[in-house]
Structures are given as structure tokens and as C-alpha cells.
């Protein structure tokens, strides 16, 4: 066995005893073929108000830009498919399911630094960082080179044993490890369920979101008001949005994450309409405190629900 193989497998062991589902490797250098896509993407003015994804256009690219001598690139995939989902009834105030626990990127992050420690203990010295969605890096592409799944439509990346309810999660190190396979294969075939499901037509193309009409984008990264062109086609979502990944065949194979840390708390069981609209800010830090809602704070999880209760442009028109 080569030095490479042997820490390709250390990693691997490290992820699995760490809880991880699923751990991918894939050599760091330039993401060529992706550096024309994201450039158009930017030019189509995708990005909404988010000019931070505009900055670090190299480092988004390139991982020894973020890691000098960065030789790996090392994926993670963590389930949070919850094994009982907030009630909702027709009309209810929804949140997507990654925000029913404790912010994942607090969970997860304590679980990468444990895993550089366990690298270094093991190799001897080694540079590197890690990455829960927080920093300039192509989170879905590295992972589809490290084979452990495809983008789909929706532009998620989506695995064939557990679809799209997880966390996706990056070390850049400067240790070489023997890369797994990419996977080039797109198994969504003619399947359009996501791109016909969205509330707001943000599928705009084939991996291709429009994150200015994203739901998520909406109710999470906005900071101004919402406009109003996009009020009754919220479909009741307060913070963030699943209907693209509800939608998913593939989803049919997710099961119930392993996280005490992404369980719901009893308080949040039990919210209804009227808790929502009636929240104090006092309520607000108790029940969602540790929580990915505290982003958005107070002030912009009242904006959200205020425009859910507004009328749609045609009511306006009437009145």
C-alpha cells in the first residue's frame, strides 16, 4: 500500500468513526470546466443581492488558493432527514427541515476540527482548513468529483443511496490521499418534478437556479424587503424552502439522521400559525436559540412572516 492509499483509508475510517455517511477524495487543483459556468452565472446577475459570491472568484476555483500546497479535497456528507417532521397542514408556516435543531454549521464544524486533530496525530504535521458552507469554495462540484453523487436539476447535489437531505462539508489539506473515482453519470434522466414543483420558477435551466427567486434566498439571505411581485407564491415557508428536494424521487431513500444535536425541541412541535404571528422577540431566543434562525434574528423572521400574510398583486389590483 502507497502512502497516498494509506491516508486515503485513514480518512476514510476517521469520517465513518466521526458519524459521517458518506466520505469522497479528489485531487486539489483548478476546477476548469466549471470556472466558464459560475462566471456566467454571476453575469446573469443570479446571485441577487449575495456580492459576497462575487468576491474570491479564484479562490472559488482553485483550493490551493485557499490551502497553500493544498494537494486534497476531501467531501463530507451528513445526513439531518428528520425522523418526524413538524406538523403542516394546508396553510401552516413551514421551515425547512435543516433548521428544525442546532445551527449545522456549529455541529458540524466542532466535528471537522476533531478530524484534523485525529490527521495530525496519526501523519505528523499537516496544513489544512475546513469548510461548512463558509467560505469560497464549490461545495457540490468538489463533492461530484469525489464521487458521491451528481447535480441535479435543482442544483443539489444528490446521492443515490440517500438523495439530498444532508450537509455537505470540505477539508482542504496538504496531504496527498489516492482520489476516488467522479461520478459522470446524471441519474435524473427526463425527471422535471423538481423544476415543475418550484413555487417561484427559480429552476431556470438544468443545475441552474436563479437564487433571486429562490424561497430560500428569499426568506434567509435577503436583508432588504421582499418584493412584491413574489407575494401567495411563498407557499408558506417562513425560513428557507424543501420543496425541490420533497419533490425528488431520489428522496425516497432518505432516512432518519443519527443527530441529537437536529432534533426539533418540544416548543417548536407544538407551533402553530398564530405563534408565529404572535412572536416576541423573547420567545423567539428561547425556542431558537443554537438555531440556523438566528441568521436571520428576530427582525427578518417577522419580515418573512408579515409577507406571507400579504395579499397577492392581483388582491392589490382589486383593492
Known amino acids: 500500500m502507497t502512502a497516498a492509499e494509506s491516508h486515503a483509508q485513514l480518512i476514510k475510517s476517521t469520517a465513518k468513526r466521526l458519524g459521517f455517511d458518506y466520505c469522497g477524495i479528489a485531487k486539489a487543483e483548478f476546477l476548469e470546466e466549471e470556472a466558464p459556468k459560475l462566471e456566467e452565472w454571476l453575469r446573469r446577475n443570479y446571485q441577487g443581492k449575495m456580492s459576497y459570491l462575487e468576491r474570491h472568484f479564484d479562490k472559488r476555483l482553485d483550493p490551493t488558493k485557499l490551502v497553500e500546497g493544498a494537494k486534497t479535497v476531501v467531501s463530507l456528507v451528513y445526513n439531518y432527514y428528520p425522523s418526524q417532521q413538524l406538523p403542516q397542514e394546508s396553510g401552516d408556516i413551514k421551515l425547512a427541515k435543516y433548521a428544525y435543531g442546532k445551527d449545522y454549521h456549529e455541529v458540524i464544524k466542532a466535528k ?17 482548513r475546513s469548510f461548512v458552507d463558509s467560505a469560497p469554495i464549490l461545495e457540490r462540484q468538489w463533492a461530484q468529483r469525489a464521487g458521491l453523487g451528481w447535480i441535479g436539476k435543482n442544483s443539489l447535489l444528490l446521492h443515490r443511496n440517500m438523495g439530498s437531505f444532508f450537509f455537505l462539508a470540505e477539508l482542504v489539506i496538504d496531504l496527498e490521499a489516492s482520489p476516488d473515482l467522479p461520478l459522470s453519470k ?48 411563498m407557499d408558506h415557508w417562513v425560513f428557507g424552502c424543501d420543496v425541490c428536494q420533497d419533490v425528488c424521487p431520489w428522496n425516497r431513500f432518505s432516512t432518519p439522521h443519527q443527530e441529537p444535536a437536529f432534533e426539533p425541541s418540544e ?41 406571507l400574510q400579504e395579499p397577492t398583486p392581483e388582491e392589490y389590483t382589486k383593492n
Open 112 to 128: 471537522l476540527t476533531e478530524f484534523l486533530a485525529h490527521l495530525k496525530e496519526e501523519v505528523g504535521e499537516i496544513h489544512g
Open 186 to 233: 446524471d441519474y435524473c434522466g427526463t425527471c422535471t418534478a423538481c423544476v415543475d414543483a418550484c413555487p417561484t420558477e427559480a429552476i431556470v435551466a438544468s443545475g441552474v437556479v436563479d437564487a433571486s427567486k429562490c424561497i430560500s434566498y428569499l426568506t434567509i439571505e435577503l436583508k432588504e424587503a421582499i418584493p412584491t411581485s413574489f407575494a401567495g407564491k
Open 267 to 307: 416548543a417548536l412541535f407544538g407551533f402553530t400559525n398564530k405563534d408565529w404571528t404572535e412572536l416576541t422577540e423573547e420567545t423567539f431566543h428561547r425556542v431558537f436559540s443554537g438555531s440556523a434562525l438566528t441568521r436571520t434574528k428576530f427582525k427578518g423572521i417577522m419580515r418573512n412572516v408579515k409577507f
